[in-house]
């Protein structure tokens, strides 16, 4: 198994649509990219700690690749955003890939390059940093569309994303 870590603003639909994702074998959302330890969702936004709300997938690489992850990640934001994505605004919404290895980082930075050069003229603002801790969010943001038959906010239209990596 591999790991893969996202800020992609709120991290409900983020998972709805990770959740789904042939080869992607578990997902948790949480916390990272901050210093605070521990951070409850009440800290991080608080636009205090740094820290961005985020995915944390396992997937297998016999079933799926890490280019293929991100290229849903690129999917699941609008990677010309800065200051969250959709409606959400703030630092904890922030979009970001955080590797944690040299081959991740190529990579991430490679996938980003591809974006810019088909969008020349707009600067991307999703980030690329180093993973740090990922605190796993409060038990009842966990799965939390799949929990409500799919009802609640959500930045991302899940199934049309889903529709376009099925092709």
């Known amino acids: 198994m591999q790991t893969a870590t996202f800020g992609a603003g709120c991290f409900w639909g983020v998972e709805e649509l990770f959740r789904q994702i042939k080869g992607v074998k578990e997902t948790v959302i ?7 330890k521990n951070p409850t969702y009440e800290k991080v936004c608080s636009d205090t700690t740094e820290h961005v709300e985020a995915i944390q997938i396992k997937f297998d690489p016999k079933e799926t690749t890490y280019e293929k992850i991100l290229k849903v990640f690129w999917m699941a934001h609008d990677p010309f955003q800065a200051n969250g994505q959709g409606n959400d605004i703030g630092s904890q919404y922030y979009a970001v890939i955080f590797y ?3 081959k991740q980082k190529i990579l991430a930075e490679k996938s980003k390059k591809e974006i810019e050069n088909k969008n020349v003229g707009k600067p991307v603002a999703t980030m690329i940093k180093p993973a740090k801790e990922f605190y796993p969010a409060e038990e009842y943001h966990q799965k939390y569309l799949q929990k409500r038959g799919g009802i609640g906010y959500c930045h991302i239209n899940v199934k049309e994303i889903l529709n376009e990596v099925q092709k």
């Open 100 to 102: 944690y290895n040299n």
């Open 30 to 36: 949480g916390y990272t990219g901050g210093n605070l």
